[in-house]
């Protein structure tokens, strides 16, 4: 396989004026005409023009309306077409293909889910449909018309806007459709098929009405009320967030159940998978609702971060993907609740991409190279490269932040662009140094940052001492150190806020207030080592540091557990007063897994209980802050703190704590219970959430102590629930206790719920995660289910993915559960590699764990890289882990 390198990027010697494509769609096969406006980038340029192309049948090549010799003219392999002399100057380009959607199982190119026509171009999908530069630097006018049967595909939709439509012979008919804005091939979309509409408008703060619709198939059209809100509310919070309008005046989602991943932004033709557009009280969960909510909000961003400006090559990635995640992180905290948004993020980003940034696939945000593109649809592209934009904006100011943004669209309007010129938009709007900051783009791995803190009551200074260290990761042994924004506020002995007014660093002393007072500021730590003392200090302050997590970084600080204490009762900012019991509760679970490694008896510091207790009963905090903040760290944050991962003990820890806080905590856990049931019919608002979040936190906690009373209490929630939230929280719950009980209403919800996949989907997940002894038999039955289908993403993503997350089985000592992957992913990369190559990144941090763990997963592994016929994206994954 090829690796491809950013260092290699060459401008494209030919460029694309515009683009005319017709599509024949058929049952047996489909016949795509493409018609090109070439011109030469540079005038005389008479190079071979390389077009890229995968699984085509090549039918006929005209160039200026003139057949093409194979060989003499042109060459063909497996992957290109290349024009040997094209002539100097502008030509025309006319190209048939014949290609074969209805056996694609790939889900990449033009396929068909569920009887509809769709496509998936990004990154490198549009060369399975014709031949063409498949590049984001060329970006062309396109117009498209579809050809069909009629009855069987009454709906015929392209990017852009519908110029015409009719009947042809045969029972066939037809659209045209024209996209004013010129795109890169990626951005491409088509669909066909019997679907029904949601339509709703939306005026633009210009006064400009835009038609909406969202499709699906008939009967699901009543669950797309919440996307449609999403849409308008996405399209609102852009104008009036970043001035940004929308730019045609239709915009279409099409929901398809047989997606690769989330979503894709495709020009005015959004394409969903469908588990992130339907909803309804009785089938789609909170988490749900905020999915979609967060993810039309992004695909709908990505209309100027991604569209309008677009990557120069695929290595820039993050420069679309980490801001309109940023973007849409902010959307929804703006709609939402802004701290515990925070806190799921910044959960996710440790829980994955720290892992990530640790283990054999560590990447910087912009990669190196690749062998697969899709490979890099990472969480370090898109979470850690949310960071990076966020740290713009902590450093700049919100306004600051906005100028930039505004620079950047002035500037690169129409263009594909490098994340230098972000950058330089960033810096040149604010007149702003900002020095090593582009480190962040080139250097993988999570920083540590140390920071030990003096107090000298004689001269009234605070000061912080912090030291950075980045880990070598592959490729990249020695790392420089990183521009790190550091917001810091001090905690007097009350609990209140002490006002900062000045601060020595560098060598210079900056004053940070003379009126208003102040009480956060940003550090600037971009040096190995770094020293700031705050004056006018009147007392030993507690520090709260790294507020609102404002640096994806690793912090060791020397706060004891008293400052901790302090820091979870009375922090103003929100983040840091959960991340204080956070840090409290990672302390005390490795302490537990040492002692349990031991075989020392277990025991829960009382003090640590009492914290939780007071967060429990609580009454002006906030609900799902509450509910986050009783909730222990994840079982992977823990193992990755460890030397070696010893899944068993961090799971016995865990249990133990939960229990154990359950047995304690009864009485209050129960008041929150009975506190926060539903007061009326389903809401989707911050309040109602919060309030469902901490009875279900509530309910998982009581019903790990597995008593009869306590089970009945569960039982009757589980009965008298009348939304999906509640309804599979109980069930979750009873879950944890494999037995009667578990059977009976796992089968009940199964038979209520049979008839809507993606509650099924719920329910295999739930199976899969398991920590049942042995549940790797279960799960294997479960393949063989009938609700199962393998070439369906989401099922696999339940199942298997669901098996992988579950630290028990999955790292089974007798290898059952590697060997159960192992088999899968190499049936999985025949149907579509990009789902195995995710399922297999499972094993990536195999080194992490025991040495007879190692070795059956490291057998597991060369089974799959020595498998016939294997793809690059599993290639590339598996021995990558291997090496
Ligand atoms: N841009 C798409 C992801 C495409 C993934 C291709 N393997 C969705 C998104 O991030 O918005
Ligand atoms: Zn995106």
């Not at 404002?550 to 060791?556: E, F, K, Q, V």
């Not at 989707?684 to 901490?694: G, I, K, Q």
Request: with cysteine; proline share 5%; aromatic share 10%.
């Amino acid at each position: 396989p090829k690796e491809v390198f950013l260092k290699d990027y060459k401008k494209p010697d030919y460029l694309f004026e515009s683009v005319d494509l017709k599509f024949q769609l058929g049952e047996d096969k489909t016949i795509v005409s493409s018609n090109i406006a070439v011109y030469p980038r540079e005038e005389g340029a008479s190079s071979p023009l390389v077009l890229n192309g995968s699984d085509l049948k090549l039918l006929s090549i005209k160039v200026d309306g003139k057949d093409l010799k194979m060989s003499e003219d042109y060459k063909l392999d497996l992957r290109h077409l290349t024009l040997v002399s094209p002539p100097n100057g502008a030509f025309k380009l006319e190209i048939v293909t014949e290609i074969d959607p209805i056996h694609n199982t790939s889900l990449e190119g033009l396929y068909k889910s569920s009887g509809v026509f769709c496509t998936q171009c990004e990154a490198e999908g549009f060369r399975k449909i014709t031949f063409y530069q498949d590049r984001p630097d060329v970006m062309a006018k396109y117009t498209c018309r579809i050809e069909a049967n009629k009855e069987k595909y009454p709906v015929l939709l392209s990017n852009g806007n519908l110029i015409e439509r009719g009947d042809l012979e045969d029972g066939q008919h037809y659209a045209l459709w024209e996209d004013p804005y010129k795109k890169p091939s990626y951005l491409f979309a088509l669909v066909a098929g019997q679907l029904e509409s949601r339509d709703d408008s939306f005026v633009t703060c210009s006064g400009r009405k835009v038609a909406l619709r969202i499709w699906t198939p008939a009967q699901d059209v009543p669950k797309t009320g919440h996307a449609m809100y999403s849409l308008k509310a996405a399209m609102k919070w852009d104008e009036e967030v970043f001035g940004l309008e929308y730019d045609l005046d239709l915009f279409n989602i099409v929901a398809v159940p047989d997606f690769n991943m989330g979503a894709m932004e495709n020009k005015s033709l959004n394409i969903f998978n469908s588990k992130l557009v339907l909803a309804s009280p009785e089938t789609a969960s909170d988490g749900d609702y905020a999915s979609i909510l967060g993810v039309i909000g992004h695909e709908y961003f990505h209309n100027w971060t991604g569209n309008r400006v677009t990557c120069r090559d695929w290595f820039q990635l993050s420069l679309k993907e980490g801001l309109t995640v940023f973007r849409d992180q902010e959307f929804s905290s703006d709609m939402g609740c802004r701290p515990v948004k925070r806190i799921a993020d910044v959960s996710k980003l440790r829980n994955y991409q720290f892992p990530q940034d640790a283990g054999p696939m560590a990447h910087p945000v912009r990669p190196h190279s690749y062998i697969k593109m899709d490979n890099f649809y990472t969480v370090t592209v898109y979470e850690k490269g949310a960071e990076v934009v966020r740290m713009y904006k902590t450093l700049l100011g919100a306004t600051g932040f906005r100028k930039g943004m505004d620079l950047y669209f002035q500037r690169h309007d129409g263009q594909a662009v490098t994340c230098e010129d972000f950058y330089a938009a960033m810096c040149n709007a604010n007149g702003a140094d900002l020095a090593n900051f582009l480190q962040w783009y080139s250097q993988a791995g999570t920083p540590c940052v140390k920071v030990v803190s003096s107090y000298n009551a004689e001269a009234k200074t605070f000061t912080l001492k912090f030291s950075q260290e980045v880990p070598p990761t592959p490729g990249q042994p020695v790392k420089e150190p990183m521009f790190i924004p550091v917001a810091v506020g001090l905690l007097d002995s009350t609990g209140k806020e002490m006002p900062l007014s000045s601060l020595y660093s560098n060598g210079v002393q900056k004053t940070i207030s003379s009126g208003e007072p102040v009480y956060t500021t940003v550090l600037h730590f971009n040096k190995k080592e770094g020293e700031f003392v705050f004056s006018n200090i009147p007392e030993r302050p507690v520090p709260s540091l790294l507020r609102g997590y404002s640096a994806p970084i690793r912090l060791d600080s020397d706060l004891t557990d008293a400052d901790l204490f302090f820091l979870l009762a009375h922090d103003s900012d929100e983040f840091n007063r959960w991340e204080a019991g956070q840090l409290l509760s990672r302390k005390l679970m490795l302490s537990l897994v040492s002692d349990f490694q031991q075989q020392k008896p277990l025991a829960l510091n009382p003090s640590f209980v009492d914290g939780i207790r007071s967060i429990l009963s609580n009454t002006t905090l906030d609900k799902e802050f509450i509910s986050k903040a009783i909730t222990l760290p994840g079982e992977g944050e823990i193992m990755d703190m460890m030397p070696v991962a010893d899944p068993d003990a961090v799971h016995a820890v865990r249990i133990f704590i939960r229990k154990e806080l359950a047995l304690q905590l009864k009485q209050e856990l129960l008041a929150a219970v009975t506190n926060n049931r539903s007061p009326g019919p389903y809401v989707f608002d911050h309040e109602n959430m919060a309030r469902r979040a901490l009875k279900n936190t509530a309910l998982v906690y009581l019903a790990t102590l597995n008593e009869p009373d306590l089970t009945q209490l569960v039982l009757s929630e589980y009965k008298s629930a009348s939304n999906m939230t509640e309804q599979f929280a109980a069930m979750a719950a009873l879950a944890q206790n494999p037995g009667q009980v578990c059977d009976e209403v796992l089968a009940d919800f199964y038979n209520k719920w049979q008839h809507d996949y993606l509650v099924v989907n719920k329910w295999f997940a739930l199976q899969a995660m398991s920590d049942a002894p042995g549940n790797v038999e279960n799960v294997r039955k479960l393949l063989n289910h009938p609700a199962f289908d393998m070439r369906n993403p989401n099922k696999v993503y339940s199942l298997i993915g669901g098996f992988c997350g579950s630290p028990v089985n999955f790292h089974a000592k007798d290898g059952s559960g590697y060997k159960f992957l192992g088999e899968v992913v190499v049936q999985l990369d025949k149907i579509n590699p990009q789902v195995a190559s995710r399922m297999v990144s499972a094993f990536s941090r195999w080194k992490r764990y025991d040495e007879d763990r190692q070795a059956l997963a490291k057998a597991q592994l060369e089974m799959i890289v020595s498998a016939n016929g294997l793809s690059e994206n599993v290639y590339e994954i598996a021995s990558k882990s291997l090496a």
